[in-house]
């Protein structure tokens, strides 16, 4: 298997798995809501207006990070689509900062207590700094800056899906859903961080030329 062919299978899985992903949150307006992870939360959280907000702010526009955030990494749109590539773009900007902060808001009452909140805080920071500087760099048109930390950006917000891929297999593991809630919590992003690392540091030798797929 070519290096270009390796490239494109994973941007076909990552793609279908943030498209996948993204449209979940719809199941909360269609289903009752005690499933999940809000079937480990209490009766008085639930009826909190402040955290609902959080919550639905955190799940809407995450959703809408995963739909858009892929995109950006297509080599054609950026070519010969450059507008829908700045519309995406400023779409998913905007829908991090909504998330990642509704999200800080929320992992304060993770389930797991403080080692969950600390570990989903970690990541709400991590997404919304790395996403914020990208932006802050394109403005001055520090293109690499922008496309490495873009890069971490998507690592963070992949993140909804490694959770949902982890955490089943660690609750069957442990035979306990709060033992596998806090290391999901740490679990479902460090790694793709990592991986965000070398792939930058790999196309970094390229000067950043290839596209991902």
């Not at 809408?64 to 450059?82: E, H, M, P, V, Y």
């Amino acid at each position: 298997m070519t290096r270009n062919t390796g490239n494109t299978i994973g941007w076909i899985v990552v793609s279908l798995l943030s498209f996948m992903i993204g449209w979940y949150p719809i199941t909360y307006f269609l289903v009752d809501r005690n499933f999940g992870l809000l079937s480990s939360k209490s009766d008085e959280l639930l009826d909190s207006m402040p955290w609902n907000i959080g919550f639905y702010c955190h799940i809407i526009f995450g959703g809408i990070a995963l739909l858009t955030g892929w995109i950006q990494f297509s080599k054609k749109i950026r070519t010969n689509r450059i507008h829908l590539h700045r519309i995406f773009g400023k779409i998913y900007v905007f829908s991090v900062f909504i998330s990642s902060l509704a999200g800080i808001y929320i992992a304060i009452f993770a389930t797991g207590g403080m080692i969950a909140s600390a570990g989903f805080i970690g990541l709400g920071l991590t997404w919304f700094f790395t996403t914020y500087f990208a932006f802050n760099h394109i403005r001055h048109r520090r293109i690499l800056e922008h496309q490495q930390l873009m890069i971490y950006s998507f690592a963070a917000c992949f993140a909804a899906v490694t959770l949902r891929i982890w955490l089943p297999v660690l609750t069957s593991l442990f035979h306990d859903f709060t033992i596998a809630y806090r290391i999901v919590a740490w679990l479902c992003w460090i790694p793709n961080i990592l991986v965000a690392f070398f792939i930058n540091k790999k196309y970094t030798r390229f000067g950043f030329t290839q596209s991902l797929n």
